[in-house]
């Protein structure tokens, strides 16, 4: 179950550490790679020990739901996992050239990612 997680559910969750069985249900899913949970939430030497604890740390939690959150929003602006799948990994010249996806792994760069779909969604040029 790799739904975003919302609200003071996600809060409390995110305290908790997310099981690393999330990261590793997303990944076969098809959700994200083990490549962009390396770039993005956690790094594979990290997420390696963290197997070992069987939780991720609060931040590298809090990185993964937002990771999440933003793959769930682009899939309901496009109506369409393949498309937003795609776009999340195509460059393009609003963000600079960059991927949507690889901006996510700052809070800065997941809110002009968000913003540039509420664009899209809202049928305004982005």
């Given at each position: 179950?790799?739904t975003?997680l919302t609200g003071?559910?996600?809060?409390?969750e995110?305290?908790s550490?997310?099981?690393?069985?999330?990261?590793?249900?997303?990944i076969r899913n098809?959700?994200v790679?083990?490549?962009?949970?390396?770039?993005?939430?956690?790094?594979?030497?990290?997420?390696?020990?963290?197997?070992?604890?069987?939780?991720l740390s609060?931040?590298q939690?809090d990185?993964?739901?937002?990771?999440?959150?933003i793959?769930?929003t682009a899939?309901?602006?496009?109506?369409?996992?393949?498309k937003?799948a795609?776009?999340?990994?195509r460059?393009?010249t609003v963000?600079?050239g960059?991927?949507?996806l690889?901006l996510?792994?700052?809070d800065?760069?997941a809110?002009e990612v968000?913003?540039?779909l509420?664009?899209?969604?809202h049928?305004?040029?982005?």
């Open positions: 179950m790799n975003p003071l559910d996600a809060v409390r995110i305290r550490g997310l099981p690393v069985d999330r990261v590793d249900e997303a098809g959700l790679t083990a490549i962009e949970v390396d770039q993005i939430a956690v790094p594979r030497k990290t997420l390696a020990h963290r197997r070992q604890i069987g939780r609060v931040e939690s990185r993964f739901a937002r990771l999440l959150r793959i769930a899939e309901d602006v496009f109506a369409n996992r393949e937003a795609k776009w999340l990994r460059p393009t963000l600079d960059q991927a949507p690889q996510l792994d700052t800065a760069g809110r968000e913003f540039l509420t664009r899209i969604a049928g305004i040029a982005a």
